[in-house]
């Protein structure tokens, strides 16, 4: 069973959602064809479809882009979208998505999306405990509740995103107050490892 909403408008929603609920009936796959939503509208949207038993909802942003398809309980407890791509802002769509549906244990992120983008969507408390996309994985699991443990492919590419993360760390709104670094090298002087680690406010200790 899947239902296709094409042209879905932020403002047509709720009525969307109240008519659903009235019926009793949702369908096994959600499809929003070009959807014009604000963002949050995304995470209504997702609250509501977990709720009424839907399994999987599929995004095509564009009438020429491929349409996505982010089940809301993946297979062991990853959601793998490393083959997606990043067109359009796809990955904040699908993270507004799982805010209201429910997050799961892991999401493996297309290697070529902006890693500063990435961290800004998981860095919060809400998100997967494990985001893998090279050239680093972030991981929540071990330190709980403001803990990251960050562990960059040992290279330029991995010292570079390491920086851009902990930028992004120091702007979010979650505050970070524990930090692990397993990398074989250190961020070069350069790159001012410890003027980033100033800049984390909350931070209580880090171990490198």
Excluded at 154 to 164: F, N, Q, R, S, V
Excluded at 178 to 183: A, C, D, K, M, P
Aim: glycine fraction near 10%; aromatic fraction near 4%.
């Amino acid at each position: 069973q899947q239902l296709t909403l094409e042209g879905l408008e932020t403002t047509a929603l709720p009525s969307l959602l109240g008519f659903l609920d009235g019926l009793a009936w949702w369908p096994a796959t959600l499809h929003l064809l070009v959807p014009d939503l604000d963002p949050e509208a995304y995470t209504s949207l997702g609250r509501a479809a977990a709720a009424g038993g839907v399994t999987a909802v599929s995004l095509q942003l564009t009438p020429e882009a491929a349409s996505v398809v982010v089940p809301l309980q993946p297979p062991n407890g990853v959601l793998n979208l490393s083959k997606v791509g990043n067109a359009g802002g796809l990955l904040r769509h699908v993270a507004k998505l799982l805010d209201g549906s429910g997050w799961p244990e892991q999401v493996l992120v297309p290697d070529a999306a902006p890693i500063e983008e990435v961290a800004g969507i998981f860095l919060h408390p809400r998100s997967a405990r494990l985001v893998s996309c090279k050239p680093v994985d972030l991981d929540l699991r071990r330190l709980g509740a403001g803990g990251l443990t960050l562990t960059p492919t040992p290279d330029p590419a991995g010292e570079a995103a390491l920086a851009l993360i902990l930028d992004a760390a120091a702007g979010h709104g979650a505050p970070l107050r524990r930090l692990v670094l397993n990398t074989a090298v250190a961020l070069p002087r350069a790159a001012g490892l410890g003027e980033r680690l100033a800049a984390l406010r909350a931070l209580e200790w880090v171990e490198i």
